[in-house]
């Protein structure tokens, strides 16, 4: 009787508790004993069945040795996240996302593949980039405090320029062999530099990045030079058709000069020192003074160009009658296509030709509209008489004799008239 009065108590303890709500939630499954043991509701860490591996987050690295209650801060298993953010402070303040998984492992929080995760970036790490310290180039990332509080230390990686210049302003504001600010360098390092190097120096430079013509990198000092002035009489930016590498660009040649005028050879050579010997006017090559090398020879000169059209003797138009420097060859006016006779002859050759001997024109107009324009008896302008000047005038000095034979188109002169 008392044996069955023990098992009928003992089957009513046991409705008792099954009807007692679990203290981990209506949704635990988990079998008690898988846990718990007869002898009371201590849970030895050591001898437990449950796995882990079956839920939504497997214990894996540093998880299996955490305290359930470091995650489990109730008994209601169920309701523990499974977001990093959750247990871990974050360190990065934001800055690089929740998803510490994509940088770090449950084994531990050291980063190794740092340059694996940049390749994935705008920033793919190359040369010596591969080296640097994060610090270096991260400038909000500061070392973890050893005094505070993790919360309080900075571990940010904010968003920062991916240019050269934006880390190595510095480096390129300072260097001065060669000075990169005064001759205008790129401000992108690798036009110059090798980006697998780690110096700036030496192999570090990449020349290949630099243009080889000289006006890449000497327009200023062509566009400055004023004697001569490179830029109005148009000289060649190959600056090696003149000059040497030699510092001060000396000494200077032109020597397709000779294929103009000989200064190279012939009686000119050695008979100069500068340009501005001959060329007086620095803002017009085409103009040549010679009598400021001749004018002791001016009885020879006069002589040897007696009858000679135009000849004067202050001209500074030699060059136009001695394209070689020399009496041979001399300019021949009349198998130019326009001889000169009557006034022509005497006139100074500048006269017409104001602006170089190539393509001056031949017609009267081109030189002598002023005088047709202040003819007042009579008016050639007003009673618009042909401005064909050899129509009614000869080439004889002062346009006497001087016919109008289009005359009789309006009124014949015949008989007394």
């Known amino acids: ?49 449950f796995d882990h591996a079956g839920t939504k987050f497997p214990l894996v690295g540093q998880h299996k040795d955490a305290a359930c209650k470091a995650c489990h801060t109730t008994l209601e298993f169920a309701k523990a996240p499974t977001e990093c953010s959750s247990c871990h402070a974050d360190m990065h303040e934001q800055t690089v996302g929740t998803e510490c998984g994509r940088c770090h492992t449950p084994n531990s929080w050291i980063v190794t593949n740092i340059t694996r995760l940049h390749q994935q970036g705008r920033f793919p790490l190359i040369g ?132 103009k005028f000989p200064i190279y050879s012939g009686k000119h050579n050695g008979q100069w020192n500068s340009c501005a010997d001959c060329h007086t ?28 059209p135009g000849y004067a003797y202050n001209s500074i138009a030699c060059y136009g009658c001695h394209p070689s420097g020399t009496g041979q060859g001399t300019f021949d006016h009349n198998a130019a296509g326009f001889p000169l006779s009557g006034g022509h002859t005497s006139v100074a050759c500048t006269k017409c030709h104001t602006s170089g001997f190539a393509g001056t024109s031949p017609v ?13 008896n009579p008016n050639h302008s007003t009673i618009g008489i042909t401005n064909e000047c050899a129509t009614c005038h000869t080439l004889n000095p002062g346009w006497n004799p001087a016919t109008f034979p289009t005359h009789n188109t309006y009124y014949v002169l015949e008989g007394k008239h």
Not at 28 to 33: I, K, L, P, R, S
Not at 364 to 376: P, R
């Open 281 to 308: 006017n620095p803002g017009n090559y085409t103009q040549y003074i010679c009598i400021d090398c001749h004018e002791h020879n001016q009885a020879t000169t006069d002589g040897k160009h007696n009858g000679v």
């Open 364 to 376: 009267c107009a081109s030189c002598h509209t002023n005088t047709y324009n202040q003819t007042a």
């Open 1 to 49: 009787m008392r044996k069955l009065s023990s098992l009928i108590l003992l089957l009513l303890l046991s409705a008792s508790l099954s009807a007692q709500k679990s203290p981990h939630g209506d949704s635990f499954t988990a079998n008690c004993d898988d846990c718990h043991k007869t002898d009371g509701w201590k849970v030895d860490l050591k001898t437990i069945s």
């Open 128 to 259: 010596r980039h591969t080296t640097a310290d994060c610090r270096d180039c991260h400038k909000n990332l500061l070392s973890v405090s050893t005094t505070a509080s993790p919360t309080a230390s900075r571990l940010r990686f904010d968003p920062m320029g991916i240019e050269c210049y934006d880390c190595h302003k510095k480096n390129y504001q300072a260097t001065t062999q060669p000075n990169h600010i005064q001759d205008n360098f790129s401000t992108n390092c690798a036009d110059c530099h090798n980006i697998n190097a780690f110096s700036w120096k030496g192999a570090g430079f990449n020349h290949a990045g630099v243009t080889q013509a000289c006006i890449s990198c000497h327009q200023p000092n062509y566009a400055a030079t004023t004697n001569p002035n490179h830029t109005a009489l148009n000289f060649s930016t190959n600056c090696k058709d003149c000059h040497t590498t030699d510092p001060g660009w000396k000494p200077a040649q032109f020597r397709d000069h000779d294929a």
